[in-house]
């Protein structure tokens, strides 16, 4: 795609965090000289044609007491695995849920991504999907580090 230099301008913004208040696509506009529904404009029509496949926040979860992280990994059985999934995406104390293939020597094919303020609640939460699934075999790979997350980075120079 051919980008103009406010396009340019508005895309490192957008690599940034969002401003909090009450209309951020306001404030970005204001930074790049460009209007509210000029900058909803751009990213209507750059998701259309699919150069945008999302504008997204992320919590950092630790920072607000969610210190226990924990990727609970399911053998779901192949026939319900779609149901299972939904159900366990619809909760929201799972902020991850997809499917995976398995492989020989890891038997697992839906996996979900589930914060905590404690190991004993990322058991206990894992536990009441496996009652609510119907689904008992599943293990639980906790974190204990959170590392750097970043994302691609255009015309930042």
């Known amino acids: 795609m051919d980008f103009s230099e406010a396009d340019k301008k508005l895309i490192v913004e957008l690599q940034k965090d969002l401003p909090l208040v009450s209309r951020p ?14 900058v909803l404009e751009r ?20 920072a607000v007491g969610f210190v226990a992280n924990a990727m609970i990994v399911w ?12 159900l366990f995406a619809a909760l929201p104390e799972v902020t991850h849920c997809y499917e995976r293939d398995m492989l020989p020597d890891w038997p697992y094919n839906l996996y979900t991504m589930v914060h ?13 999907l496996a009652e609510m699934a119907d689904v008992d075999d599943y293990d639980i790979l906790s974190s204990y580090a959170e590392l750097k997350k970043s994302s691609m980075s255009y015309f930042a120079d």
């Open 25 to 38: 696509f306001a404030e970005l506009g204001e930074r790049v000289g460009l209007s509210e529904a000029e």
């Open 43 to 62: 990213l209507n029509s750059w998701q259309e044609s699919g150069a945008l496949r999302r504008v997204g926040a992320a919590l950092r979860h630790r």
């Open 75 to 86: 053998r779901a059985p192949e026939e319900r695995i779609g149901e299972v999934g939904e």
């Open 116 to 128: 905590a303020k404690s190991e004993d609640e990322c058991r206990a939460l894992a536990a009441k």
